[in-house]
């Protein structure tokens, strides 16, 4: 018997990724672009927070509101609740004119301007053709020509009807999919979400503190697992090689989407989820028991933990036990590399991927990048990699050398004529000294340096 089975219907805000993998988004296009598409399914992602920034609330509301957007259930673990409840804390989605990158405004430009539909290199046949059929009217009578040029009219109406309802049925067919512009919601998180905007959603929201927190987390969340859980119906499922195993591949074919789920548990090992000497070790224990978990259910589960609080050894066996681990870092107005970023105000936080969901591969994943930086866009957040300006280093080189200048003509005005070799010294080796963007972009090296050749 082959063991070919006909894709069926994708589930609600999910999409097909690699190895098998199904994908649910993190509700921010760059962060779904730097893990490959989005967050697999039975997979745990581990975010790593800062004390200073506190993106990782941020990088929160979109993966949660994203769920809430794509209709799925969504359980929420957290020590300290909202003050205004979840409402006043998620973002409402971006209105169309806002989100510049959706299906409604690509269909809305091609409707007002139908001539960009037109390639190029056919728009001199249709001048060509104007002059002839204007010159064909004109010979046989001014009712042949209206009649012709409501024919065109009414060609292009039809023409243009059709191509636009064509239009939208791909994109309504992509969105089913999974693979149109809809998969990431945009959302804007300087306006909440509201009460209103929680209705009809299904979002539950305990409350974990005290001594028994993490076992209240942990009994909330297994019975949020096992609601998902796909180990059940496999069992139930008829043995190989019978008629009923036949009828079960049949009606998997043909199968209607499945719910599919979200779990978060914010800042797990904190102050505020108490505890008493062993909270290390109840941590360790309920990231354990939710990965063994999440393998056997449509659930994504995020994680957030304050590593700076946590001994070194508890927090280097955590990234162990779960598949993609983001580490969040602060940014001082103080570092040397604000200054020699692109656009330094909107900087906000440092972004590294140490860790990528290698479920299906032989070996580990790589990232193509290993740190980014975190922009605050006004209404959204961004992620972009590290980049440094040439520009703001040659400057920051030409200020040390004029300081170390400086300082040695000082010590040189003190010391008498002996501090002129001293000035010259220092003149000669801040003059030596080049920055890194300009032994990148300064051509080859002299034949004199020894130190570069290969």
């Not at 269909?107 to 060509?128: H, M, N, T, V």
């Not at 945009?186 to 503190?209: I, M, N, Q, V, Y």
């Not at 969901?357 to 866009?377: E, F, I």
Request: overall charge neutral; charged content about 20%.
């Amino acid at each position: 018997m082959s063991s070919f089975r006909r894709a069926g219907v994708a589930d609600t805000g999910t999409r097909p990724g690699l190895h098998g993998q199904t994908l649910v988004s993190m509700g921010l296009v760059d962060l779904d672009r730097l893990l490959s598409g989005g967050l697999p399914l039975a997979s745990v992602l581990l975010v790593l927070e800062d004390a200073s920034s506190g993106q990782h609330l941020n990088l929160l509301r979109y993966f949660i509101a994203e769920g809430l957007a794509c209709r799925q259930r969504v359980m929420w673990l957290t020590a300290s609740p909202p003050p205004g409840g979840p409402g006043a804390f998620l973002p409402a989605e971006a209105s169309p004119s806002q989100s510049s990158g959706s299906a409604a405004d690509e269909g809305r430009a091609a409707q007002e301007q139908p001539e960009l539909r037109i390639a190029w290199q056919y728009k001199k046949y249709i001048k060509d053709e104007q002059p002839s059929a204007a010159h064909t009217g004109a010979g046989g009578g001014r009712s042949g020509g209206a009649a012709s040029a409501g024919a065109r009219s009414s060609s292009g109406a039809s023409a243009s009807s059709s191509s636009s309802s064509s239009s939208s049925s791909a994109a309504a067919k992509a969105v089913a999919a999974g693979v149109g512009r809809e998969w990431c919601h945009s959302f804007d998180l300087t306006r909440p979400r509201g009460e209103e905007g929680l209705s009809g959603s299904s979002l539950e929201l305990a409350h974990c503190s005290g001594p028994a927190a993490y076992g209240e987390a942990d009994r909330r969340a297994a019975a949020f697992l096992s609601s998902l859980s796909t180990a059940a119906e496999a069992a139930a499922g008829p043995g190989p090689g019978s008629a009923a195993a036949a009828a079960a591949m049949a009606m998997a074919a043909a199968r209607r989407p499945e719910a599919v789920g979200r779990l978060v548990i914010e800042s797990a090992g904190s102050l505020a989820w108490g505890g008493d000497g062993a909270a290390e070790q109840a941590l360790v224990r309920l990231l354990y028991n939710v990965r063994q978990r999440a393998l056997q259910s449509r659930c994504a589960v995020m994680v957030t933990v304050p590593a700076g609080l946590l001994p070194p050894g508890c927090a280097a066996r955590l990234p162990h036990l779960v598949d993609t681990v983001l580490a969040l870092e602060g940014l001082a107005d103080d570092l040397p590399l604000v200054k020699l970023l692109p656009d330094p105000n909107s900087a906000v936080a440092l972004l590294s991927v140490r860790k990528l969901s290698s479920a299906g591969t032989v070996g580990p994943r790589l990232p193509d990048g290993q740190l980014y930086v975190v922009r605050h866009k006004r209404r959204r957040l961004g992620l972009s990699p590290v980049e440094v300006d040439p520009d703001a280093e040659e400057r920051q080189a030409e200020a040390a050398a004029r300081a170390a200048e400086a300082a040695a003509g000082g010590r040189g005005a003190a010391g008498g004529a002996g501090g002129g070799g001293g000035v010259a010294a220092a003149a000669a080796a801040a003059g030596g000294r080049k920055s890194a963007a300009a032994m990148l972009c300064g051509g080859p090296p002299s034949a004199g340096n020894k130190a570069l050749e290969f």
